[in-house]
């Protein structure tokens, strides 16, 4: 009777989950599916394979690249370098951030740590025109523009992704024997020393975690880049630059799609590799 309550739990679990994954996945099968039809064929067959052809993704992916108002190359360099340069900060000081959190167990570090959990949980939404204005401000005062450059969104980003990465790390920290560091001080190892030479190294899977987390979010965000970038201005990310191909009139849907998939390719393939870090990292720093 148990062996049969199992079966039948067992089946409606997979049902349900290939129901989740279907669904999950059509809006990805729709883009693969119409970059290998022109704009025509879209319109007319945006399901189906009719018109689908190996010729016509070429000639999509040729337009996408070589068209001078979407500067395909060079929306890419400059999504690469806001990711890449957001992602070792907050690798750098969301773990030093946590270490002291943890190791410093006063009323003050509580209450930190939990303005960072707090802060986890209020919409984007809230908060986006005061951003605007506050960057504005502190450019002004600063006589650093905050606004449409790329040190202004990176500073951004290390203040949104913040939350999460001492999350999880702190967690991770949890784990670290304290008599490592105390070994480590009475050898005469200064602070940076046993962060950089003890700690560091053991959050290693942790902060695998939390960067690859954090990088499909800053790789494929679209709004935060719109507010702070602009839509029409200088620096623009891979998502803010496929507006391009979108008019008041006309929507070029085989060169927007086409697009859309490019700029996923990379962070599909990132996690496709280290899913299994990725997972790994999330129980060690959240379970533990």
């Not at 990176?154 to 001492?166: K, L």
């Not at 005469?188 to 700690?199: A, D, L, N, T, V």
């Not at 965000?221 to 839509?231: N, T, V």
């Amino acid at each position: 009777m148990k062996t049969k309550m199992k079966t039948s739990s067992f089946i409606i679990i997979m049902v349900l989950a290939i129901i989740v994954a279907v669904y999950t996945l059509m809006p990805f099968f729709l883009v693969v599916i119409n970059v290998f039809k022109s704009a025509n064929g879209i319109v007319a067959d945006p399901i189906g394979t009719t018109g689908a052809s190996f010729s016509q993704l070429l000639t999509n992916l040729s337009n996408v690249v070589n068209n001078t108002n979407f500067s395909f190359w060079y929306a890419f360099g400059t999504s690469a370098l806001i990711t890449i340069v957001s992602l070792v900060l907050l690798a750098l000081f969301g773990g030093m951030a946590a270490w002291v959190i943890c190791r410093n167990k006063t009323k003050w570090s509580t209450a930190i740590y939990m303005v960072f959990i707090a802060s986890m949980i209020i919409p984007f939404q809230v908060v986006m025109l005061p951003l605007i204005s506050t960057f504005r401000d502190v450019g002004s005062f600063v006589g650093i523009s905050m606004l449409q450059s790329i040190p202004g969104i990176v500073f951004a980003y290390c203040g949104f992704g913040g939350a999460m990465t001492v999350f999880i790390l702190t967690g991770m920290v949890k784990t670290v024997p304290y008599d490592l560091e105390e070994a480590a001080s009475i050898d005469g190892c200064s602070y940076e020393g046993i962060y950089f030479r003890i700690i560091f190294p053991l959050l290693k899977p942790s902060i695998v975690t939390v960067t690859i987390l954090n990088g499909m979010w800053i790789w494929n965000d679209y709004l935060l880049p719109s507010l702070m970038l602009g839509q029409n201005g200088r620096v623009k990310t891979l998502p803010v630059a496929v507006q391009a191909f979108v008019g008041s009139y006309v929507k070029q849907w085989d060169l927007i799609l086409t697009a859309a998939l490019l700029a996923m390719l990379p962070m599909i393939i990132i996690f496709l590799i280290a899913q299994k870090q990725i997972m790994s990292g999330m129980v060690e720093g959240a379970v533990k």
